[in-house]
């Protein structure tokens, strides 16, 4: 029986994921050193830091993408780089849609790859669109829509390929800055209703915040753990609310002080 996109059924579950003491180089430059990181089952984790401090190829060894020196890595049971890579769906910062697919043909795109046939993708990936605001925007092509729609199709597309880990390599960097602010409460609502376990990695310590039930700072290269901040600020709350309390404000100003 085909997994149930719409409701996540057919997921194994796991434990989150678990780092310890992971390190990576390459050749004489030491990305990652000794990292310790815990993300519990559908709980989500921000990791902020400078550039260069080596998050997204942090990001890119819990999807099995890269091998770490030392250390070991743990994703819902699996330690294997093709264990990790089977349980973990990738987002990046570019949507990636290819302009001669519609809009839904780019989200059924995940399970096509898995072997499902075209016209069952399709109609497994179609209610995902009324489910997060696309309802009739099925058959348009990439160029037709905005940059934040864009966006949700590319999400979409993570999400139809049922993992249940989802890593977010700066997934609204592109967008302008009202944009990035309304995909936020709709990133919010979306995973309130398809929980995941999440790894975000982005640059703006207020998106981390806001998403994230906990916010791992990460050193300049080579990273490392230097502060961890536990936000809990309401997720039904509206936005502005929140990143103007003073308790969102102090606890930002801790965040960029341990990122500078």
Same mark, same amino acid.
Request: proline fraction near 6%; hydrophobic fraction near 45%.
């Given at each position: ?17 678990? &780092? ?36 997204? @190829? ?8 890269? /091998?770490?020196?030392?250390?070991? #890595?743990?994703?819902?049971? %699996? @330690? ?39 016209? /069952? %993708? ?5 209610? &995902? *669109?009324?489910? *997060?605001? &696309?309802?009739? !925007? /099925? ?18 597309? @993570? &999400?139809?390929?049922?993992?249940? #880990? ?5 997934? !609204? ?28 990695? @982005? ?10 039930? /906990?916010? #791992? ?30 308790? *969102? ?12």
């Amino acid at each position: 029986m085909p997994a149930d996109v719409s409701s996540g059924n057919g997921r194994q579950p796991g434990a989150g994921i678990t &780092l310890s003491g992971v390190g990576k180089r390459f050749g004489e430059v030491v990305a990652l050193a000794g990292i310790d990181l815990g993300v519990p089952r559908h709980s989500r984790t921000g990791l902020v830091g400078p550039s260069g401090c080596g998050k997204s @190829t942090l990001l890119h060894i819990v999807a099995g993408l890269l /091998e770490p020196d030392s250390g070991e #890595v743990n994703v819902g049971g %699996a @330690t294997a780089a093709a264990g990790r890579l089977a349980a973990c769906a990738l987002m990046l910062q570019r949507d990636l849609l290819l302009p001669w697919r519609t809009a839904l043909d780019n989200a059924a795109i995940a399970l096509e790859n898995r072997g499902v046939p075209r016209k /069952e %993708a399709r109609s497994r990936a179609r209610p &995902l *669109f009324a489910r *997060f605001g &696309l309802a009739m !925007f /099925e058959d348009a092509r990439p160029d037709q829509l905005s940059g934040g729609m864009r966006q949700r199709v590319s999400f979409m597309r @993570t &999400l139809a390929a049922d993992k249940d #880990v989802l890593l977010l390599d700066e997934p !609204f960097g592109s967008l302008d800055s009202i944009t990035r602010a309304r995909m936020q409460e709709w990133l919010l609502r979306a995973l309130a209703e398809v929980p995941r376990t999440v790894l975000l990695v @982005t640059h703006d310590v207020e998106e981390a915040l806001l998403l994230s039930n /906990e916010v #791992v700072v990460v050193s300049a290269r080579p990273g490392r753990v230097v502060r961890v901040l536990t936000p809990g600020f309401p997720t039904d709350a509206p936005r502005r609310e929140i990143v103007t309390s003073p308790e *969102f404000v102090a606890l930002k100003e801790q965040a960029l002080e341990a990122v500078e």
